[in-house]
């Protein structure tokens, strides 16, 4: 199956600060991701979707001056906790839908954050 | 609105055979997909209908009736590493995936 990447896996930061995580696909062109926010014990919800070369579409509750997306290319597209918070701490993940293969969705690994 | 349904927990026997409904309805339906999620890691890709019947892929199958709005996955010869979250997602009609809450399977020896 197709392959995604996310870096870091696990990131430790201040309060205040922002942090950064990619997500690729290795050996499709993704036309499409997905973030996801996922706490424990619950199912995953999305964040936003974002397509090549677009704005990003936020889902109902999430703030997007707080949650920036950039999908600059079509194997890459990064989420930028900015002025991170302790509530910010959840496991994050992303998704790629190949655009050769219109339905399936390829999860990353997801990047666990803990803001401190 | 639209809605997922699946059961929150359950529990099988090493060795035997265990099926997880998933019940939905949805503003359009472009296919079924079961995920499978351990602990602590990213959800993987089990399988994906589109069609009535069944599909079968090893030790797992999974089966989807549109007219009823319910799928299952058949999870056979349990193995204790199958114990994990089944998340079931649908695809609506405008290609958005919308998830169950995912049913966790614990495997007892």
């Known amino acids: 199956g197709a392959v995604v990447s996310q870096h870091p896996s696990w990131v430790i930061c201040k309060s205040g600060t922002s942090v950064k995580i990619e997500c690729r696909s290795l050996?499709?062109?993704?036309?499409?991701m997905f973030w996801y926010r996922q706490f424990p014990k619950q199912s995953l919800m999305l964040m936003a979707t974002?397509?090549?070369?677009?704005?990003?579409?936020?889902e109902q509750g999430v703030e997007k001056d707080k949650f920036l997306i950039n999908h600059a290319s079509l194997t890459l597209s990064t989420l930028t906790v900015t002025s991170a918070h302790p509530e910010d701490s959840s496991f994050y993940i992303c998704?790629?839908?190949?655009?050769?293969?219109?339905?399936?969705?390829?999860f990353g690994p997801g990047t666990r954050l803990l803001v401190l | 609105g639209q809605n997922i349904d699946q059961p929150t927990e359950m529990t099988a026997t090493e060795g035997a055979i265990v099926q997880i409904n998933c019940t939905y309805q949805?503003?359009?339906?472009?296919?079924l997909f079961w995920y499978q999620q351990h602990a602590g890691e990213a959800p993987t890709f089990l399988s994906y209908?589109?069609l009535d019947g069944l599909e079968e892929k090893g030790r797992f199958s999974s089966f989807l009736s549109r007219s009823k709005g319910y799928s299952y996955l058949l999870l056979k010869e349990l193995q204790m590493k199958d114990s994990a979250s089944y998340l079931c997602a649908v695809m609506d009609s405008n290609y958005q995936l919308i998830w169950g809450a995912g049913t966790k399977l614990i495997i007892k020896p």
């Open positions: 974002s397509n090549e070369g677009s704005k990003a579409t936020y």
């Open positions: 998704s790629a839908r190949d655009g050769a293969v219109q339905e399936t969705q390829y």
């Open positions: 209908n589109v």
């Open positions: 949805t503003s359009g339906f472009n296919g």
């Open positions: 050996d499709f062109q993704a036309t499409t």
